[in-house]
T-cell receptor
Framework: KNEVEQSPQNLTAQEGEFITINCSYS?????LHWLQQHPGGGIVSLFM???GKKKHGRLIATINIQEKHSSLHITASHPRDSAVYIC?????????????FGKGTKLSVKP | EAGVTQFPSHSVIEKGQTVTLRCDPI?????LYWYRRVMGKEIKFLLH????????ESGMPNNRFLAERTGGTYSTLKVQPAELEDSGVYFC??????????????FGPGTRLTVL
């Protein structure tokens, strides 16, 4: 069974800083998701990727299949980026919904 | 377009009671998922419906949990009888998913269940 590790667990940054959150997993996957959970609790899907890189606004997600590693980058961070960022993977051959989640990285961006 | 909705947003019950959580997926989404996050732990998968059929229920913790999706629209998750360790936030998600491949999931706001 896949094990998903995220680092760091907690991250405090100053507004404008470039932020990187890392996710590593132990077994081959068919897809990796990056999710954002705001203090109110709602979860938003940011990216789903199986190779390469995706960009949306100030967010960039990359994945290295050989190294079993993904990163989420935030450029020009802003206090509204403060949230818990969660990595989740779908095992290769696993069912579509059976995602395995990391514990999340709590990001706080100070003005 | 309305997102995934869940009801209730909070529920506080006593050990031994029954609680039913409801999830309304995005209209037209065949796939519906239930997840749970207990305090201090990561989110865990419970089960996955495709229309009204259970595609994967390997994450259901025990037979006190019963999920249904009659007619392939909304879903309910019943916990009977509830135990203290069932406390947590229950999330529902839905996705369009026509090919069976990886699919973007849209999450509901969650139901916070507290069992006293």
């Amino acid at each position: 069974k896949n094990e998903v590790e995220q680092s760091p667990q907690n991250l405090t940054a100053q507004e404008g800083e470039f932020i990187t959150i890392n996710c590593s997993y132990s077994v081959g996957i068919s897809a990796l998701h990056w999710l954002q959970q705001h203090p109110g609790g709602g979860i938003v899907s940011l990216f789903m990727l199986s190779s390469g890189k995706k960009k949306h606004g100030r967010l960039i997600a990359t994945i290295n299949i050989q190294e079993k590693h993904s990163s989420l980058h935030i450029t020009a961070s802003h206090p509204r980026d403060s949230a818990v960022y969660i990595c989740a993977v779908r095992d290769y051959g696993g069912s579509q919904g059976n995602l395995i989640f990391g514990k999340g990285t709590k990001l706080s961006v100070k003005p | 377009e309305a997102g995934v909705t869940q009801f209730p947003s909070h529920s506080v019950i006593e050990k031994g009671q029954t609680v039913t959580l409801r999830c309304d997926p995005i209209s037209g989404h065949d796939n519906l998922y239930w997840y749970r996050r207990v305090m201090g732990k990561e989110i865990k998968f419970l089960l996955h419906f495709v229309k009204e059929s259970k595609q994967d229920e390997s994450g259901m913790p025990n037979n006190r949990f019963l999920a249904e999706r009659t007619g392939g629209t909304y879903s309910t998750l019943k916990v009977q009888p509830a135990e203290l360790e069932d406390s947590g936030v229950y999330f529902c998600a839905s996705s369009l998913g026509t090919s069976g491949g990886p699919d973007t999931q849209y999450f509901g706001p969650g139901t916070r269940l507290t069992v006293l």
